[in-house]
């Protein structure tokens, strides 16, 4: 059974850097294919996609956020991290990290299963 | 980026009701395109993945269709507990966008 779990600060003050750290079980992020993704959602909004780290050590970023964030992996302790430097109060949501799978259409790709979320608010 | 448009941002409708929810992509995104549901205060869940292709467990009212540009979601029977706010997302280009959303209510 897959599951992953958010951890992290839940306040934040304005051009700190944010680190989360997401804690996974039931699959290897080694496993060709799979990867970890991060989304954010401020409340009553939309989902934001943040970025993704693929079994493989390649990374995308959301091009608007490219020079903020940097997402590393640790194996040896099935965690992912997220960094978000300088944080400002717009950035204030629930962030999600995701497990990525490949689907059936060639580069196809959906987030299977989501951590519980963790709220994240930017404030002095 | 690609701008990822849900309408309605919003719908009643009653059990038993057919719902159906469009996105559109603001260009071609091929077949890439997938469908979550996120109840209250809950993580989304993937439904529809690849525009068409039931996620294993979930239900068969629940379908997608569509292509390049223009992708609908529905429900064949609405039931309580689909109570839920619907989003669609783009992997077909970076960032791998999400729709505005759009909440169904009883």
């Known amino acids: 059974q897959i599951t992953l779990k958010e951890s992290g600060p839940t306040l934040v003050k304005p051009t700190q850097t944010l680190t989360l750290t997401c804690t996974f079980s039931?699959?290897?992020?080694?496993?060709?294919?799979?990867?970890v993704g991060w989304i954010r959602q401020p409340p009553g909004k939309a989902l934001e996609w943040l970025g993704i780290?693929?079994?493989?050590?390649?990374?995308r970023y959301s091009p608007s956020l490219d020079t903020r964030l940097t997402i590393t992996k640790d194996p040896s302790k099935n965690q992912v991290v997220l960094t978000m430097a300088y944080m400002n109060p717009v950035d204030t949501a629930t962030y999600y990290c995701?497990?990525?799978?490949?689907?059936?259409?060639?580069?196809?790709?959906?987030?299977?299963?989501w951590g519980q979320g963790t709220m994240v608010s930017v404030s002095s | 980026d690609i701008q990822m448009t849900q309408s309605p941002s919003s719908l009643s409708a009653s059990v038993g009701d057919r719902v159906t929810i469009s996105c559109q992509a603001s260009?071609?995104?091929?077949?890439?395109l997938n469908w979550y549901q996120q109840k209250p205060g809950k993580a989304p869940k993937l439904l529809i993945f690849?525009?068409?292709n039931l996620e294993t467990g979930v239900p068969s009212r629940f379908s997608g269709s569509g292509s390049e540009t223009d992708f609908t979601f529905t429900i064949s029977s609405l039931q309580p507990e689909d109570i839920a706010t619907y989003f669609c997302?783009?992997?077909?280009?970076?960032?791998?966008?999400f729709g505005g959303g759009t909440k169904v209510e009883i």
């Open positions: 997302q783009q992997y077909d280009s970076l960032p791998f966008t």
């Open positions: 039931g699959f290897s992020l080694s496993s060709r294919g799979v990867g």
């Open positions: 995701a497990h990525r799978r490949p689907t059936l259409t060639y580069g196809g790709s959906a987030f299977d299963i």
């Open positions: 690849d525009a068409s």
């Open positions: 260009q071609d995104i091929n077949n890439y």
């Open positions: 780290i693929y079994w493989d050590e390649s990374k």
